[in-house]
């Protein structure tokens, strides 16, 4: 892992946040002047036209290259004049950001729609299954080194781990996983799912902590773990009947339908804290989510 001074996920995720605020939010003229101020430079320095960037940073992009043209980006001040020009420039692209916004909605619905039905087809086929859910992040003191790079590196260690059966992926019947990037953080995590036989396994809190210690593995110990089966946490659930991890017996139809919506809570583009982690930079042919059967 290459360490990087700046901070290329928090930068990506605050250029896409300027260019929604300035489309669709309310922003005031002299916000919008500050950060360009703020974030113009570092961005453009860490530009990697080797990536693929969402439709609000590709507008960023143009609009600002069209105004600044062949001057160096740390000679460039964003005056009044500039800033006019940055929000009459991103006008013309509104219609294509709200298109691929809708298309990016429309995919995880149908995303949504095939995990749902194999994960009702695999309860239908057994009478008990062992649902563990994690979420793999990047311990915060060192998520600005991460680059995109790095978390394509590590999930794809991660996938052949689990393709290779090792250690805690024994007895996984299915699997599926989902890419994002915070909002507020701009930090690369993912969303994971795994379904394992219950006739093999029935400790999910023990399971949970291998894979959490296996990312650790993965990733030179700065990556860390959020495990969802915990007795705590699984106790906050069923509170509120929205238990769907651990044990689910197929002839509980509460369990089998939270256990369902557990699952669909990778596929969802709506997250609880209203925030939008979708994944904002990728590489070429990087998928953000996927699902796999494992025998």
Same mark, same amino acid.
């Given at each position: 892992m290459i360490y990087s001074p700046v901070n290329h996920s928090q930068l990506i995720s605050n250029v896409d946040r300027l260019v929604r605020d300035v489309l669709f939010g309310t922003i005031s003229f002299q916000q919008i002047k500050s950060r360009l101020n703020e974030f113009y430079y570092s961005f453009m320095i860490s530009f990697d036209p080797e990536f693929k960037y969402l439709k609000p940073i590709q507008a960023f992009i143009e609009s600002?290259?069209?105004?600044?043209?062949?001057?160096?980006?740390?000679?460039?001040?964003?005056?009044?004049?500039?800033?006019?020009?940055?929000?009459?420039?991103?006008?013309?692209?509104?219609?294509?950001?709200?298109?691929?916004?809708?298309?990016?909605? @429309?995919?995880?619905?149908?995303?949504?729609?095939?995990?749902?039905?194999?994960?009702r087809t695999l309860i239908s086929n057994y009478s008990r299954l062992l649902f563990v859910r994690v979420d793999l992040k990047y311990i915060q003191e060192n998520s600005h080194h991460i680059t995109i790079r790095d978390f394509d590196f590590h999930m794809k260690k991660l996938r052949e781990a689990i393709h290779n059966g090792d250690t805690c992926f024994t007895h996984l019947l299915r699997y599926a996983w989902s890419l994002e990037q915070g909002e507020e953080n701009g930090g690369f995590h993912c969303h994971l799912l795994l379904i394992?036989?219950?006739?093999?396994?029935?400790?999910?809190? @023990?399971?949970?902590?291998?894979?959490?210690?296996?990312?650790?593995?993965?990733?030179?110990?700065?990556?860390?773990?959020?495990?969802?089966?915990?007795?705590?946490?699984?106790?906050?659930?069923?509170?509120?009947?929205?238990?769907?991890?651990?044990?689910?017996?197929?002839?509980?139809?509460?369990?089998?339908?939270?256990?369902?919506?557990?699952?669909?809570?990778?596929t969802s583009p709506d997250k609880p804290d209203g925030s939008y982690q979708r994944l904002k930079v990728s590489l070429p042919n990087m998928n953000m989510f996927g699902q796999s059967m494992t025998h």
């Open positions: 600002t290259n069209i105004i600044v043209g062949d001057a160096y980006p740390y000679n460039v001040f964003w005056d009044n004049e500039k800033t006019v020009q940055f929000i009459q420039l991103l006008l013309s692209h509104e219609k294509t950001i709200r298109k691929d916004y809708s298309a990016w909605r @429309y995919q995880s619905h149908q995303n949504g729609k095939r995990l749902e039905n194999n994960v394992f036989d219950s006739s093999k396994h029935y400790q999910d809190n @023990y399971l949970a902590d291998q894979v959490g210690q296996k990312w650790r593995d993965i990733t030179d110990d700065v990556g860390y773990c959020f495990v969802l089966n915990t007795r705590e946490y699984k106790e906050g659930l069923a509170r509120y009947g929205k238990l769907g991890i651990g044990m689910i017996h197929r002839n509980n139809m509460q369990e089998v339908e939270n256990a369902v919506n557990a699952a669909l809570y990778l």
